[in-house]
């Protein structure tokens, strides 16, 4: 079974751009969520999508915003970047959702000019 | 509300020598309690998980973990350290009452030869 992917694998934007990440679940997985990583804040939850439906959400600006297909693939768009938007962003996905096992994809790199 | 404290930023252990990374949770209803590592420049993996079925939980690579809840403790042990054990361990907790994942800072694991 192919495991979470995520495209790009690294971007560079600069300040007052917007990027829109991808991420594809394991197959029959119906549950995405998004983290962001950063050495200072440590692993962050964003959001969780289950169903296409968001359904648990952390707690980020509203510029950090998500959606899910269908298909169960999901999309993260970051408006108006800021500097400290810079991070490894990850997804992972799970059978059910948060109290189950996340299945996590390589993250992208985003850095922030 | 949740919370997650891993003690100890950097832990470093000879090869063969017995690993102790510490976790301590706080949750106000019955909690899922995981280990993840992340090797360099990847995404998260599942080490092992608490679901109130057994106290001592045996995960992959033979790590394992004991919840506690007289002492909020969920520390993760294994007997004999191996190089390949570096990496950065995160220390995850989550409830169905609850629509959140909080993950610790993170411990990052030196293995001396």
């Known amino acids: 079974k192919a495991g979470v992917t995520q495209t790009p694998r690294y971007l560079i934007k600069t300040r007052g751009q917007q990027v829109t990440l991808s991420c594809s679940p394991i197959s029959g997985h119906r549950s995405v969520s998004w983290y962001q990583q950063t050495p200072g804040q440590g692993l962050q939850f964003l959001f969780e999508y289950f169903s296409e439906t968001q359904r648990n959400k952390g707690n980020f600006p509203g510029r950090f915003s998500g959606r899910q297909f269908s298909n169960s693939r999901s999309e993260m768009n970051v408006s108006t970047l800021e500097l400290g938007d810079s991070a490894l962003y990850l997804c992972a996905s799970s059978l059910q959702g948060l109290t189950d096992t996340q299945y996590f994809g390589p993250g992208t790199r985003l850095t922030v000019l | 509300a949740q919370s997650v404290t891993q003690l100890g930023s950097h832990v470093s252990v000879s090869e063969g020598a017995l690993v102790l990374l510490r976790c301590n949770y706080s949750?106000?209803?019955?909690?899922?309690l995981f280990w993840y590592v992340q090797y360099p420049n990847q995404g998260l993996q599942l080490l092992l998980k608490y679901t109130s079925a057994a106290t001592l939980v045996k995960g992959i690579n033979g790590f394992e973990a004991e919840f506690k809840k007289s002492e909020t403790s969920f520390h993760l042990t294994k007997p004999s350290a191996h190089m390949s054990d570096a990496a950065e361990y995160f220390c995850?907790?989550?409830?169905?009452?609850?629509?959140?994942?909080?993950f610790g800072k993170g411990t990052r694991l030196h293995i001396l030869p």
């Open positions: 995850a907790v989550s409830a169905i009452a609850d629509d959140k994942i909080i």
């Open positions: 949750s106000s209803v019955p909690p899922y």
